[in-house]
């Protein structure tokens, strides 16, 4: 199908290819004029994938495991939204790694978010102890999350987050998995820094200061500060985005 497309589409210029599995060793996707690609498959068996699209702006790829070999060829600052279930990697400590060797071959990307789907805090925390010693940062500008954790595990993800990035934002969905717990927990712990902040040099994430916006149903729209929104917390709607503007 994809050979078909390649073949026969050439002024085709918004691709969306979905799917459970696809089973086959490489992937090619070779279109002039394509401008939008998103790539939807849950497992992906195949070890190289190249994306030949000169025009291609806009690349959302939503994989369990991604290909060792990608290979992005295109004259453009792409966007990319890189979407990563962290309870499909082996070797969380090899996570960094291996996500700057991705990125490597995405040498045109004006803008990273990535959303991370998390079920145990463990995950994170590997990541985090591997980089102890040499701390290193993912170059994230947007981040997207999805957390199944608990509350004990929810207070070390949230430590664990900023260690291994220091995002712009970070959005979160209300009412999908167990994100108002985490929403939670990270008012709460933005507000300790905050507080701290006000009477000493507050270096424990090199955090100058954070807002949140509320975009609730209806067009409803509204930037606070941490300890507004913890007031507001209860009134919190199923499906309405939270995002934490963070500046560094």
């Not at 803008?111 to 998390?118: A, E, F, K, N, P």
Request: proline share 3%; net charge positive.
């Amino acid at each position: 199908m994809i050979q078909y497309l390649n073949r026969n589409f050439p002024a085709l210029k918004v691709l969306v290819l979905r799917g459970e599995r696809l089973h086959f060793q490489r992937i090619e996707i070779s279109i002039p004029l394509l401008e939008k690609l998103n790539l939807i498959v849950a497992q992906i068996s195949a070890v190289e994938a190249i994306i030949n699209t000169p025009r291609l702006r806009s690349f959302k790829c939503v994989m369990h495991k991604i290909p060792s070999l990608f290979y992005l060829n295109s004259l453009q600052e792409v966007t990319l939204e890189l979407f990563v279930d962290l309870s499909y990697i082996k070797h969380g400590e090899s996570f960094l790694e291996d996500f700057r060797e991705y990125l490597k071959n995405l040498n045109q990307i004006k803008l990273v978010t990535l959303s991370i789907c998390v079920y145990s805090s463990s995950e994170i925390h590997k990541i985090v102890s591997s980089t102890a010693s040499n701390p290193v940062l993912l170059d994230i500008s947007h981040l997207k999350l999805e957390t199944f954790t608990r509350e004990k595990e929810s207070h070390a993800l949230v430590d664990g987050l900023f260690c291994i990035c220091r995002p712009e934002s970070l959005l979160l969905v209300s009412g999908c998995a167990r994100n108002d717990e985490f929403i939670k927990n990270l008012c709460e712990k933005l507000v300790q820094i905050e507080n701290a902040a006000t009477h000493a040099n507050c270096g424990q994430h090199h955090l100058k200061g954070v807002k949140i916006q509320h975009c609730g149903r209806k067009g409803y729209n509204k930037i606070r500060t941490c300890e507004a929104f913890l007031d507001s917390l209860q009134t919190l709607e199923p499906k309405e985005k939270i995002r934490f503007l963070f500046e560094w």
